[in-house]
């Protein structure tokens, strides 16, 4: 098959879909955001699209549509470039988030369209208003919020089908919208992301961690409240006191992936630290910043416990890759992460909000590292029988791409 993927961050989650497909030998094609500097295999085309600034007062509930809209125009305009020149995919799968497959039925109406559509902007029951120090669950709120999903089902209705990596994440669609998606994750390489107990974290001035040494970890691509840095923070000075050997290393950039960016600053991760700052030895406490992927992989090897938060929102890959590494987890007991972690069998669930119980169950691992290790098993077990990428979550990708081949398209 000819095999289109349409990803403004190209791969994002097709990072190992589309190269298993060519080597099954598909013709694959991606076409991206030409800011998008991201290297992929694949043969990639870009488009160029220019945002335009929206009048808030004009617009008010349409101006997520006038804006992802706008950009399906752009990437149509795109779509009907490659087709002037003979390119007709059989099967076209794109991230609808951005809008950049609203229009693609109109250039390519007997190619297949699938949309990963992976979070459902709701008024109610998941992000918005769920943290009331940063987002009040008003009523005009949960209409601007409802309003923002118009793009999201309409990728939807005008697509063959639909993609979701968790069945939680599923579960944010409409019911007539949830029934046309098919939940499979993404996938982890526990294969590559594995226990190790001769790992080793060089920190910037030199020192070296093991699985030895107690190593509380927190990740995420950008620290921020939807991450729960903020309750992370807090909880830091108790367990600095209770652990004095305990070295914290946080790895996350300082802008904003979800969420309002703070006033006057870019990032979170200041306001945070600077508000318990005071209260901690810093000579224990490691910003790396954005780390590479091996890098990351070692530091979840050396964690005797992994802090992980989030809104009821879209799950992080990492947390996967710290139970597929053999952590022993302690998570926000929200929807996302509960459909993952079992409390007291496959990591240790901790309620969002509760300060002194995220300062208590992290100096519990920290202290106690024997005690854990039955979860820490059991967490790389249900990773690797859940969410495998070679064995489980690929194998089954590539079935479900496979599927919508047109009956000329040749056997494989």
Known sequence: MKILFVHQNFPGQFLHLAPALVARGHDCLALTDVKNQRG???????????EQKVDPAACRLGRSYTTYSDRGVTVARAA??????????????????????????????????????EFYYKGRDADVGFDPEFTAA?????????????????????????????????????????????VIHDGV??????????????????RSLTPQ????????RNLEPYRGYHIFMRALPEVLRARPKAQVVIVGGDGVSYGNAPKDATGWK???????????????????GKVPYPHFIALMQVS???????????????????????????????????????????????????????????????????????LRKAARAAAIATYDLHSHCLPKTIAF?????PPSASKI
């Not at 390489?189 to 030199?206: M, S, W």
């Not at 945070?272 to 000579?283: A, G, Y």
């Not at 998570?331 to 002194?356: H, N, R, W, Y």
Request: hydrophobic share 40%; net charge negative.
């Open 138 to 182: 008003t009523f005009d709120q949960m209409l601007i919020t409802q309003g923002r999903a118009a793009h999201q089902g309409q990728a939807l209705i005008h697509a063959d089908a639909g993609f979701a990596p968790t069945q939680w994440q599923a579960s944010t669609h409409p019911e007539l919208l949830r029934e046309r998606l098919t």
């Open 80 to 117: 009907r470039s490659m087709r002037e020149k003979g390119y007709v995919p059989d099967v076209i799968f794109g991230h609808s988030g951005w809008g950049e497959t609203l229009f693609l039925k109109q250039v390519w109406p007997e190619a297949k369209l699938i949309v990963y559509s």
């Open 304 to 374: 005797r416990a992994h802090a992980y938060l989030t809104y009821p929102f879209v799950l992080s890959w990492s947390m996967i890759e710290a139970m597929a590494a053999g952590c022993h987890i302690v998570a926000s007991a929200t929807q996302p992460v509960m459909e993952a972690i079992e409390d007291g069998k496959t990591g240790t669930l901790v309620e969002f909000f509760d300060v002194a119980g995220w300062s208590k169950a992290l100096t519990e691992a920290l202290a106690d590292p024997e005690r854990y290790v039955p």
């Open 40 to 50: 992929s295999t694949i043969k990639t085309l870009k488009y160029t699209h220019k």
């Open 213 to 220: 040494d107690e190593v509380l970890t927190f990740v995420n």
């Open 189 to 206: 390489d526990t294969e590559q992301i594995t226990p190790n107990p001769e790992a080793r974290f060089v920190l910037p001035d030199g």
């Open 401 to 405: 791409v496979e599927s919508f081949a």
């Open 270 to 288: 200041d306001i945070f630290l600077n508000e318990v700052r005071d209260k901690l030895d810093l000579s224990r406490v490691h910003f790396m």
